[in-house]
């Protein structure tokens, strides 16, 4: 298992998500971090680790001013009865992070458009 924070903290600061949507991510996605994506009928779950490094390039001289060790949460999940589906991620800094790379800051918006498509075998 890879070295880093598993998710549940007070990570998901603000960003117009309301706190009683967000859902803890479920055991038997924690058991099997970094193993590589589970999914089951109504419900997908990855954990996995990356760098993200800073630098600053002087004189022609590229110099490292910092490495953030995250940690990225992907879990989505719907209902059989519901026609919604929700997907929720969660980014983590890890403590043996350092430097410039620890002040970066994470944001995003996602949207859906359109009527859902059938796939090829008509589902």
């Keep these: 298992m890879a070295d880093g924070p598993l998710p549940g ?5 603000e960003g117009g998500v309301s706190a009683e949507r967000i859902v803890p991510i479920p055991q038997w996605c924690l058991d099997h971090a ?4 589970r999914i089951t009928r109504t419900k997908a779950c990855d954990i996995t680790a990356t760098t993200f490094t800073t630098y600053r390039i002087v004189n022609n001289v ?10 990225i949460v992907n879990y989505a ?20 992070s350092w430097g410039d790379a620890r002040n970066a800051v994470v944001s995003g918006k996602a949207s859906g458009l359109g009527e859902c ?6 589902r």
């Design 9 to 13: 903290g007070d990570l998901y600061g």
């Design 34 to 37: 970094f193993e590589g994506t």
């Design 62 to 71: 590229r110099q490292v001013t910092g490495v953030a060790h995250l940690t």
């Design 77 to 96: 999940y719907s209902s059989e009865t519901e026609p919604n589906w929700i997907h929720q991620f969660e980014i983590a800094a890890t403590a043996a």
């Design 117 to 122: 498509q059938l796939d090829c075998a008509g």
